[in-house]
């Protein structure tokens, strides 16, 4: 795994086993970190392809994210926003971030519960992460710009 340091995951992996999280994680809405953790759960009993890699990204967003009842974050990607983001400093691309796959008018929409998405999630404007690929190669990925839930 290129660009991942493995002390620090196989450290991450022990505080998922242990259940526990480093202090000052990302606030991200209640409503969306139980949403990860629901995705996780049906992801561990599905087992589809790539199950491993969603199930890696997911144990560690639930980690690494802190679900805070009061939230007021406007350039956070959470569920039900517009992200626009770039990947391998590729083209501008735009989509929304949804906890449950459907259809918008003139948008793409981004499952939540995909390597995508799962990683976007808890992302604010500016930062970038590496993004998981279902062949298991690794590529940066920047959020450029959030739009709030309407």
């Known amino acids: 795994m290129t660009g991942i340091h493995h ?13 526990t999280r ?17 995705h996780l759960e049906n992801c561990e009993q599905s087992r589809l392809p790539a199950w491993n890699l969603l199930a890696y990204v997911l144990r560690d967003k ?18 039900g926003s517009c992200v626009t983001y770039s990947v391998d400093r590729g083209p501008e691309e ?10 918008a008018s003139g948008i793409s929409v981004i499952p939540v519960a995909s390597l ?11 930062q970038r992460a ?4 279902e062949g298991g ?11 709030p839930p309407a």
């Open 94 to 103: 735009t989509g929304l971030l949804a906890h449950r796959a459907r259809s």
């Open 116 to 126: 995508l998405g799962a990683t976007l999630i808890g992302m604010s404007v500016g």
């Open 130 to 133: 590496p993004l998981l690929l």
């Open 62 to 79: 639930i980690m690494m994210t802190d679900p805070v009842s009061d939230f007021h974050a406007r350039d956070l990607a959470i569920g």
């Open 137 to 147: 190669a690794i590529k940066p990925v920047r959020v450029l710009a959030v739009a």
């Open 7 to 19: 002390t620090t995951l196989f450290a991450a992996q022990s505080m998922i086993r242990l259940g």
């Open 22 to 38: 480093p202090p000052g994680g990302t606030p991200l809405p209640v409503s969306d970190h139980r949403q990860l953790q629901r």
